[in-house]
């Protein structure tokens, strides 16, 4: 997973609480993106960013903000976190037409 | 809707026995086909894709994957299974037109048997 870093790896918030889940990569890649997983749902697209300052809604959006003032950089913020959003979080990175390179994910845990 | 469907939630294949791991998808024009593997309390990794040209596409760790455009399938397969290869796999179709997002497959959970 080297060139894309989550953070952080484990974080236990109250429900309510708004919280950021860091995204991190160094190839300059154009596109990024933020999935949810969960057991019986697999990987659920949350939102995406095919460039700085554009950004765009997936599967499973509310509740969820991005942003993208960096290429480099995709936060994912919780404005208020539900326990439904207790989930382990991925970022990954790509250029068009090529797979997609994974952090190590943010496991989430809102009680 | 576009979709990828893994059908099988769980295979068990004994040690040595090859591994087929099913994925059809369902999403339109000629989609790049994408096999990851994720093993416990890690990301997801790259094992191969097909894009176009030879319809057996060889991946990482012996993986290799069958496409079939008739079936709309691309099964991923093993000819012998190693106890290491125990984790959760996930196929993933990609079309040019939708900004370079991905369709998951719900996942398959492999575990090889001693």
């Known amino acids: 997973d080297a060139g894309i870093t989550q953070s952080p790896r484990y974080k236990i918030t109250e429900t309510g609480r708004q919280v950021t889940l860091m995204c991190h990569q160094t190839w300059s890649h154009s596109y990024m993106f933020w999935y949810r997983q969960d057991l019986g749902h697999g990987l659920r697209l949350i939102y995406y960013s095919a460039a700085a300052d554009i950004t765009d809604k997936g599967e499973v959006p509310d509740g969820y903000v991005v942003s993208r003032s960096k290429t480099e950089n995709f936060p994912l913020t919780l404005e208020s976190a539900t326990r439904s959003q207790t989930s382990v979080y991925f970022c990954?990175?790509?250029?068009w037409g090529v797979g997609y390179t994974f952090g190590s994910g943010t496991r989430l845990t809102v009680v | 809707a576009q979709s990828v469907a893994q059908p099988e939630d769980q295979v068990n294949v004994a040690e040595g026995n090859p591994l087929t791991v099913k994925c059809t998808y369902s999403?339109?024009?000629?989609?790049?086909l994408f096999w990851y593997v994720q093993y416990p309390n890690r990301g997801l990794q790259f094992l191969l894709k097909?894009?176009?040209?030879?319809?057996l596409v060889k991946g990482s760790y012996g993986f290799e994957a069958e496409f079939n455009k008739s079936q709309t399938s691309f099964h991923l397969k093993k000819p012998s299974a190693l106890v290491s290869d125990s984790a959760l796999y996930f196929c993933a179709a990609l079309t040019p037109n939708t900004g370079n997002q991905f369709y998951f497959g719900t996942g398959t959970s492999l575990t090889v048997i001693p």
């Open positions: 097909y894009i176009t040209g030879d319809n």
């Open positions: 990954a990175s790509s250029e």
């Open positions: 999403v339109s024009g000629n989609p790049y």
